[in-house]
């Protein structure tokens, strides 16, 4: 239930990402209108609806599954997976989590097309293509569980990956996956 909080808090821990820039105001400055005229048009109700819905949307419904989709695997051979599917179209292109990681400053709406302009980099990639169905995995298929995160193994930890897993493009980061230990 804390997650929302942390995700909330995370930009500004985030060295690479410019905090408060024209759009971000923006943005806020819209978040902020919006919320009043919900408290006036629905009441205090009608807010503390979209603050619950805020805080529980990450739970056993198929948009949360997205969290799963996008680091959880049981194919320690890719560290992040994108959505393929319907829900996309109202989930303003949520699924395509290695295309959005790859150039983040494209817009949602031209994530699809960022697909389809580079296939050499997003055709071999698995991906899923139902947020329902890996629900459901995720809770009775025994190779899942909370462990089955994947992480890119830093510097000082390439030096214990298995024999072949360097890369000379990349000198001594390894960017293969492999599971997390807790």
């Known amino acids: 239930m804390l997650f929302p909080f942390f995700q909330v808090t995370r930009p500004?821990?985030?060295?690479?990402?410019?905090?408060?820039?024209?759009w971000f105001?923006?943005?806020?400055?819209?978040?902020v209108a919006y919320d009043v005229a919900i408290v006036y048009f629905c009441g205090w109700?009608?807010?503390?609806?979209?603050?619950?819905?805020?805080?529980?949307?990450?739970?056993?419904?198929?948009?949360g599954a997205r969290w799963i989709q996008e680091h959880y695997t049981y194919d320690f051979d890719?560290?992040?997976?994108?959505y393929y599917g319907p829900i996309n179209r109202v989930a303003l292109n949520m699924g395509y989590h290695?295309?959005?990681h790859d150039l983040p400053s494209v817009p949602w709406n031209n994530l699809?097309?960022?697909?389809?302009?580079?296939?050499?980099?997003?055709?071999n990639l698995k991906y899923h293509s139902s947020w329902s169905r890996l629900l459901f995995q995720f809770v009775f298929d025994k190779r899942y569980s909370l462990y089955s995160r994947v992480e890119r193994m830093k510097e000082k930890a390439a030096s214990q990956a298995a024999p072949g897993m360097r890369d000379s493009r990349t000198?001594?980061?390894?960017?293969?996956?492999?599971?997390?230990?807790?």
């Open 12 to 22: 500004p821990r985030l060295k690479a990402i410019k905090m408060w820039d024209r």
């Open 171 to 182: 000198g001594n980061l390894d960017l293969s996956a492999r599971p997390i230990s807790f």
């Open 112 to 123: 699809r097309k960022l697909r389809a302009m580079a296939p050499e980099f997003y055709e």
């Open 98 to 100: 290695n295309e959005h």
């Open 25 to 31: 105001t923006t943005n806020l400055a819209c978040a």
């Open 78 to 82: 890719q560290e992040t997976f994108s």
């Open 45 to 63: 109700a009608g807010f503390l609806y979209l603050v619950f819905a805020f805080f529980f949307s990450i739970g056993l419904h198929p948009v």
